[in-house]
């Protein structure tokens, strides 16, 4: 592969205007933040700062443009205006200096520039930023998305209740100064399967009548919960030991310690970029850019078109040798189990689930959590039972646990094929025609057993006839093909066909599934 030297990246998906040089180390970076005189960012105005302060920003790093071998910038994903300002200018400066040009994914940008910084190898990522939120890993040749915002991103929540509560831009760093001083009150809490939803948190925020403090530092404690949360669940299926924090609002210390609370009791590393690599950087951009052109990804300007909508899912990670799918072990002995909520103890033909405490939450949130759990899960186990879909008998009930049969057999993710992917369809149309969404279906809680697909933990399971509940746990599990396994197209369409033989409103639901793949989350 060629060897490049000097790589010069420019970065302006939104408020941020950023240039850096990479070579094999950073070089120079230099950054000239949008700062709108009140409210939010507005896209044309940002586009027109970084039009105006572009030539300053570059000038401060290019030192010797001779040395310079590549250019770089951020392709998207972002905001339109901002991204053609940027791409214009890096599409000059490669015609002028005569070098390749690589199109960056801002997202990728942000986990490559993190593993660099940090030295972790091959992590869950957490990538929390004002747009985005998603969680992350790598698998044969691409960065797959095991879960993400169903609506708008951390950063933007944050941002728009600090609005509504006469706070400055950005919202983040003053609602973490003010939630040192408050205490939790209750606030919606929003977790479906691996992905997860702030709008409804916000509202709340908004419209609380508790003091400024206790409303932000409830905010942030259900928030980076939820954040937590679904990063461990993808910790626990993917059997990877490495965690990342990634994107601006990754600064956020509480966060931060949030995320090290839940490594250490998985045994897990923590990982988390200095302060300059946290936020949109032209770093980022320089570096992965490298990357790119030393793995031969180059793109010809007259194609160099943005992409306001680039998913991180749709990068050919060229530089990275393909990773296969690895079988996650608990690591307990064969008496026990553990997943991402709770441990399952085995003795003599039963199963005990019990919910184990976080430290990460805070106590109030996760009793209530863990009651309304167990409570939810044991009604619905028996709903679905009596709908014909095989579950567990359950034998007694405690606040935090479940006495029940045990299911012996391995779990789906060690046992798939068309044939059985087509049976979790099936059990999955009766349990949607019976009115149920189970709310985490993901291969681990699907048990082959018998023939037969059992299907376990119902913690996060509601009753619902809503075609977006029903789709959005189909979509919890096509994620879970993605990012787990290969041969991905036929399993889903074994899985359809299974689904569509046992509900009548399976194509309504498929159908409303590629909508929400398809939904963007640059918001």
Same mark, same amino acid.
């Not at 669940?233 to 310690?257: F, I, M, P």
């Given at each position: 592969m060629p060897v490049f030297g000097q790589v010069l990246g420019i970065e302006g998906t939104a408020w941020n205007l950023s240039a850096a040089i990479f070579d094999t180390d950073l070089v120079a970076l230099a950054s000239r933040p949008y700062r709108p005189p009140q409210g939010g960012i507005h896209p044309r105005e940002a586009a027109q700062h970084h039009a105006a302060v572009m030539r300053e920003v570059i000038n401060s790093v290019l030192a010797d443009p001779r040395k310079i071998t590549g250019i770089a910038f951020s392709q998207g994903p972002g905001l339109g205006p901002c991204l053609r300002t940027v791409a214009t200018a890096a599409r000059s400066l490669a015609l002028a200096l005569d070098v390749p040009l690589a199109g960056v994914n801002h997202c990728v940008a942000h986990v490559e520039i993190g593993r660099f910084a940090t030295g972790c190898t091959d992590p869950i990522v957490l990538y929390a930023s004002g747009a985005n939120t998603q969680v992350i890993g790598y698998l044969n040749g691409r960065y797959r998305i095991f879960g993400e915002t169903l609506d708008i991103g951390i950063g933007n929540a944050l941002d728009k209740f600090a609005r509504s509560k006469g706070l400055p831009h950005p919202g983040g760093p003053v609602v973490e100064k003010l939630a040192v001083g408050g205490t939790y009150t209750e606030l919606p809490y929003t977790v479906k399967g691996m992905d997860l939803a702030f709008s409804g948190l916000m509202t709340a925020a908004k419209e609380s009548n508790a003091s400024l403090p206790d409303i932000c530092h409830s905010f942030q404690e259900t928030?980076?919960?939820?954040?937590?949360?679904? /990063?461990?669940?993808?910790?626990?299926?993917?059997?990877?030991?490495?965690?990342?924090?990634?994107?601006?609002?990754?600064?956020?210390?509480?966060?931060?310690?949030?995320?090290?609370?839940?490594?250490?009791?998985?045994?897990?590393?923590?990982f988390v970029p200095e302060q300059k690599y946290l936020g949109d950087n032209g770093a980022m951009i320089a570096?992965?850019?490298?990357?790119?052109?030393?793995?031969?990804?180059?793109? =010809?300007?007259? /194609?160099?078109?943005?992409? =306001?909508?680039?998913?991180?899912?749709?990068?050919?990670?060229?530089? %990275?040798?393909?990773?296969?799918?690895?079988?996650?072990?608990?690591?307990? =002995? #064969?008496?026990? #189990?553990?997943? #991402?909520?709770?441990?399952?103890?085995?003795?003599?033909? %039963?199963?005990?689930k019990r919910r184990v405490a976080k430290r990460y939450r805070a106590p109030a949130l996760d009793r209530r959590l863990i009651a309304e759990r167990t409570r939810a899960e044991a009604r619905l186990i028996a709903a679905a039972r009596r709908a014909g879909v095989p579950t567990p008998?359950?034998?007694?009930?405690? =606040?935090?646990?479940?006495?029940?049969?045990?299911?012996?057999?391995?779990?789906?993710?060690?046992?798939?094929?068309?044939?059985t992917a087509r049976e979790a369809g099936r059990m999955t149309g009766k349990l949607h025609r019976a009115g149920i969404m189970h709310g985490d279906l993901t291969t681990g809680n699907i048990i082959f057993a018998g023939g037969r697909c059992v299907f376990i933990d119902f913690g996060l399971a509601q009753v619902t006839s809503e075609v977006e509940q029903q789709g959005v746990d189909i979509h919890v599990f096509f994620q879970t093909l993605e990012s787990t396994v290969l041969r991905v197209p036929e399993l889903r369409m074994a899985f359809i066909g299974g689904y569509r033989s046992e509900y009548e409103r399976a194509d309504e639901v498929i159908a409303r599934e590629h909508e929400i793949e398809l939904r963007g989350r640059y918001l």
């Open positions: 928030a980076f919960a939820m954040c937590v949360e679904v /990063t461990e669940r993808a910790l626990s299926l993917s059997g990877k030991d490495e965690v990342l924090l990634v994107g601006g609002v990754g600064a956020n210390h509480r966060l931060q310690e949030m995320l090290r609370l839940m490594c250490e009791d998985r045994r897990a590393s923590f570096y992965t850019g490298r990357l790119m052109l030393e793995s031969g990804q180059s793109i =010809p300007v007259e /194609t160099s078109h943005i992409n =306001p909508s680039f998913r991180s899912d749709q990068v050919d990670v060229t530089w %990275k040798p393909p990773e296969r799918h690895r079988v996650p072990d608990s690591g307990l =002995p #064969a008496v026990s #189990a553990r997943g #991402a909520e709770a441990v399952v103890e085995f003795l003599n033909g %039963k199963a005990v008998v359950i034998g007694d009930i405690t =606040p935090d646990a479940i006495e029940m049969e045990q299911v012996s057999g391995p779990t789906l993710n060690r046992e798939l094929s068309e044939d």
